[in-house]
């Protein structure tokens, strides 16, 4: 009997144990429970994270986004947005690129995606009076002017991201790269030389997550701030510049020591700190004295319902609070733009 040589992906696929590296996105479902998560932020129902007044009604609104671009996905499907041609993704393979790189040409069907969105947000029901004004001029917005708005939020530039049209337009990138990075063979997606960029897209991510469930349980995750999708991360490293000697954690409740290390420090002294659903440990921002940046690091071990980037809109006390330690936030986070020298 010719016994048959398993392939590097069968081995993988069969060491349960083996950590799942790239969680790809579900957008059928993601912005729905986004939109919930966002109006549960908005109305101060969420332990781990007090919203200040200030904030409500913008996370209101993000809520109403959200739910467009639920409408968005749905209306266009599975397949709404088409991947690129086989011979594509094995270029981008064989070069270790993402295979659905954010910069560069974009697909035309993105802008059916933004029509979409900016239809369904004409229609929400319950709308606050801003996003009326919104609309009209989304839909008056010159096509060149709506894609020199893409290039900027995908390339990163703080120029030419209007700050008030910036959230929709990234709202509609992140729907179609969401459908996209949903139809992908996982195995096109190769860890690429940093692992701080998305091996999908190659863009920053928003924030980070601990996961639950399944053979992510307690495993942390970078979370794609355009095309939704997760990758592995260890615990206690920073996602930045991946040093991990320096790495400090600041909760909304003051100085706040990593769990892992308060465990042993409390085991030795008999007693037991790390207690499931604490508040306190639902939205911590993880500091690096190395490359003084941070990222923010949401734990559903402590919150089931934690969205990675509905819960950073929704802590920016927290961004406040480490801002003012001296620490550069590490990237953005697409649905919020604020000016310069603001
Ligand atoms: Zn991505
Ligand atoms: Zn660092």
Request: hydrophobic share 45%.
């Amino acid at each position: 009997m010719v016994q048959r040589l398993l392939q590097p992906g069968e081995i993988e696929a069969l060491d349960h144990n083996a950590i799942p590296r790239l969680l790809l996105p579900q957008p059928a479902t993601l912005f729905s429970a986004r939109a919930k998560r966002l109006r549960q932020l908005a109305a101060g129902e969420v332990p781990g994270i007090p919203v200040e007044d200030a904030l409500r009604g913008y996370l209101s609104l993000m809520a109403h986004v959200a739910d467009a671009q639920h409408a968005a996905v749905a209306a266009l499907g599975r397949e709404g947005v088409a991947l690129p041609d086989d011979a594509s993704l094995k270029l981008a393979h064989d070069h270790n690129m993402p295979p659905l790189p954010a910069t560069g040409a974009r697909p035309a069907a993105w802008r059916t995606v933004f029509a979409r969105l900016v239809e369904a947000l004409a229609a929400a029901g319950n709308a606050p009076p801003q996003l009326a004004a919104a609309v009209a001029t989304l839909r008056a917005m010159p096509e060149a002017e709506l894609e020199g708005i893409a290039d900027a939020i995908l390339g990163n530039f703080d120029e030419g991201a209007d700050p008030l049209r910036a959230p929709f337009v990234a709202a509609a990138l992140q729907a179609s790269w969401s459908l996209m990075a949903a139809q992908l063979d996982a195995a096109w997606a190769q860890p690429l030389m940093t692992g701080t960029l998305c091996p999908v897209c190659g863009s920053h991510p928003v924030a980070s997550v601990v996961r639950i469930g399944g053979q992510s349980q307690g495993y942390r995750y970078l979370h794609c701030s355009v095309c939704e999708s997760e990758w592995h991360m260890v615990r206690v490293k920073c996602s930045c510049c991946e040093a991990n000697g320096k790495i400090a954690y600041q909760g909304l409740v003051g100085q706040d020591a990593d769990p892992v290390g308060e465990n042993i420090a409390a085991a030795k002294e008999g007693r037991t700190v790390h207690k499931a659903n604490d508040p306190d440990k639902v939205a911590r921002a993880e500091t690096c004295d190395d490359c003084g940046t941070y990222r923010k690091i949401f734990n559903q071990e402590h919150d089931y319902d934690v969205d990675p980037l509905a819960d950073d809109l929704g802590s920016m006390l927290l961004d406040v609070l480490v801002s003012e330690a001296g620490y550069a936030r590490a990237s953005g986070n697409p649905l919020l733009w604020l000016k310069e020298n603001a």
